[in-house]
T-cell receptor, first 114, second 114 residues
């Protein structure tokens, strides 16, 4: 059974700091891994999608890496800003499922202090 | 461009009352549609998915049901709400194939059963 874990559960950093969010998954048989952002009381915004054959994806100050063999992904945020404060969720799409469903981690709640 | 609409944004309902949450997608045809629930302190859990009109699959046994009366409309319902039905409900649609399978989520409905 695929399980996704995100560490830490919460993180508080001063503005301008570079930071890394971690995601691990137990079964490497995945189609892709996706990072989402969720603001309080809001829906999910897709940040980056990494296909199983890829090693990383970049968008602006965000860089996500994928090491499928070790079951790990990291989301790197450069020069953090207060506007980056949100909960970040990673999710994998398992090959074992033909429904297209995602398995989510519990998320990391990030607070960037001005 | 593709958009997904979900309403209402918030809902407070008494135990035993019926429920109807609606989700519509624009700008695409024959999408895969999903209902997820995010309960307090827990990750997102897939409730239902649909690959076409009238085709509904349930991931977990529960008090809820789903219907897809039109290609781009997905409805989550209950005849009698339970306290345990409280949570944040998210509709999503997916696009692409295989490793290119990405998700877009709606803005969510916060349901409180009292």
């Amino acid at each position: 059974k695929q399980e996704v874990t995100q560490i830490p559960a919460a993180l508080s950093v001063p503005e301008g700091e570079n930071l890394v969010l971690n995601c691990s998954f137990t079964d490497s048989a995945i189609y892709n891994l996706q990072w989402f952002r969720q603001d309080p009381g809001k829906g999910l915004t897709s940040l980056l999608l990494i296909q199983s054959s890829q090693r990383e994806q970049t968008s602006g100050r965000l860089n996500a890496s994928l090491d499928k063999s070790s079951g790990r992904s990291t989301l790197y945020i450069a020069a953090s800003q207060p506007g980056d404060s949100a909960t970040y969720l990673c999710a994998v799409r398992p090959r074992a499922s033909n429904t297209g469903k995602l398995i989510f981690g519990q998320g990391t709640t990030l607070q960037v202090k001005p | 461009s593709q958009t997904i609409h979900q309403w209402p944004a918030t809902l407070v309902q008494p135990v035993g009352s019926p429920l109807s949450l609606e989700c519509t997608v624009e700008g695409t045809s024959n999408p895969n549609l999903y209902w997820y629930r995010q309960a307090a302190g827990r990750g997102l859990q897939l409730l239902f998915y649909s690959v076409g009109i009238g085709q509904i699959s349930s991931e977990v046994p529960q008090n809820l049901s789903a219907s897809r009366p039109q290609d781009r409309q997905f409805i989550l319902s209950s005849k009698k709400l339970l306290l345990s039905d409280s949570g944040f409900y998210l509709c999503a649609w997916s696009f692409g194939q295989g490793a290119f399978y990405g998700y877009t989520f709606g803005s969510g409905t916060r349901l409180t059963v009292v």
